[in-house]
């Protein structure tokens, strides 16, 4: 997986390319398509957590080889709930 971070979107010093990596590399992350009412959705969300446990929401783009984040930040205590719940369902 090949992350783009050129020009990016948003601040990352708040949340480094490091931590977004990882986020994505966690084995109990979560990719969701949004459901959009016209079907062209071209935006995921990645819910995973880093190798120091920080738990990333990622809104991101990919054409299926190269990854370009738009936005990232700690997941809330809902999405976290939700990270929770789905990798509970799965085991």
Do not use: C, Q
């Amino acid at each position: 997986m090949e992350f783009d971070w050129i020009d990016a979107p948003f601040d990352l010093k708040t949340v480094p390319p490091k931590e977004i990596e990882e986020s994505f590399e966690d084995p109990f992350s979560l990719r969701i398509l949004p459901d959009t009412p016209d079907g062209t959705a071209a935006r995921y969300f990645n819910l995973g957590k880093s190798m120091s446990g920080r738990p990333l929401l990622t809104v991101f783009w990919t054409d299926g080889r190269l990854y370009r984040a738009i936005y990232s930040r700690e997941m809330t205590s809902e999405e976290l709930h939700f990270y929770d719940r789905k990798n509970m369902e799965l085991m």
